[in-house]
């Protein structure tokens, strides 16, 4: 399965944006997913996931109560919707499929990540 992340760009503090996460090559209803955030001179990083039937969500802390994380499986697609944005959030977002494990969520293919989309919050 190929991800690709869009839906990115430059917003104010405060402002809000919405992610969208595009599968191609094959069916994501079967894997559980997660946005990854590389912010500029970290690590990547999971900010939230959700399991393969959308039961579940997990959000990192720093994200919980302004971003939600949504799925539609019949449309082969994954959202990110984001409020409250706040400079800290800064970075490329990628989605991918992914497994919980030690309370987070690592990607199932480490070395293909796809493209990402840009959000920048400027304080």
């Known amino acids: 399965v190929q991800l690709q992340a869009c839906g990115g760009g430059l917003v104010q503090d405060g402002g809000s944006l919405r992610l969208s996460c595009a599968a191609s090559?094959?069916?994501?209803?079967?894997?559980?997913m997660a946005w990854f955030r590389q912010a500029p001179g970290k690590e990547r990083m999971a900010v939230a996931g959700?399991?393969?039937?959308?039961?579940?969500?997990w959000y990192h802390d720093s994200v919980k109560g302004r971003l939600t994380i949504s799925r539609d499986n019949a449309k082969n697609m994954m959202y990110l919707e984001m409020k409250s944005l706040k400079f800290e959030d800064t970075g490329v977002y990628y989605c991918a499929t992914a497994r919980w494990s030690g309370g987070t969520w690592y990607p199932l293919a480490e070395d293909s990540w796809g493209q990402g989309t840009l959000v920048t919050v400027s304080s």
């Open positions: 090559g094959g069916s994501i209803a079967t894997y559980h």
């Open positions: 959700i399991t393969w039937n959308g039961d579940a969500k």
